[in-house]
């Protein structure tokens, strides 16, 4: 079992940036696949990035060259750098990790995102 906590979400304006980060409850070295999802109001949740043991990443095309997902086994984190800001980012952000050899996932509780001038 492993527990993920989310955190750094908050309110923004247009324009600016946010870091969020996940911590795990134990080593995420066998969650081979760990992501970021994200639900606005509304909307249904949807895939914002996702980042492999070996640091392949994906991004969702409204977020590319603008977010950044990364990766620290050793400290058993994974964060998402969110630059350029927009309002319809706004939307509570979840953590994701996958033991894709056992069929596993975990979901964190969320984080609020706010975009608002």
């Known amino acids: 079992q492993v527990q993920l906590v989310e955190s750094g979400g908050g309110l923004v304006q247009p324009g600016g940036s946010l870091r969020l980060s996940c911590a795990a409850s134990?080593?995420?070295?066998?969650?081979?696949?760990m992501g970021w999802y994200r639900q606005g109001p509304g909307k249904q949740r949807e895939l914002v990035a996702t980042?492999?043991?070996?640091?392949?990443?994906n991004y969702a095309e409204s977020v590319k060259g603008r977010f950044t997902i990364s990766r620290d086994n050793a400290k058993n984190t994974v964060d998402l750098q969110m630059n350029s800001l927009k309002p319809e980012d706004t939307a509570v952000y979840y953590c994701?990790?996958?033991?894709?050899?056992?069929?596993?996932?975990?979901w964190g509780q969320g984080t609020q995102v706010t975009v608002s001038s």
């Open positions: 994701n990790g996958n033991a894709t050899v056992y069929g596993r996932a975990y």
């Open positions: 134990r080593s995420i070295f066998s969650l081979s696949i």
């Open positions: 980042i492999t043991n070996g640091g392949r990443t």
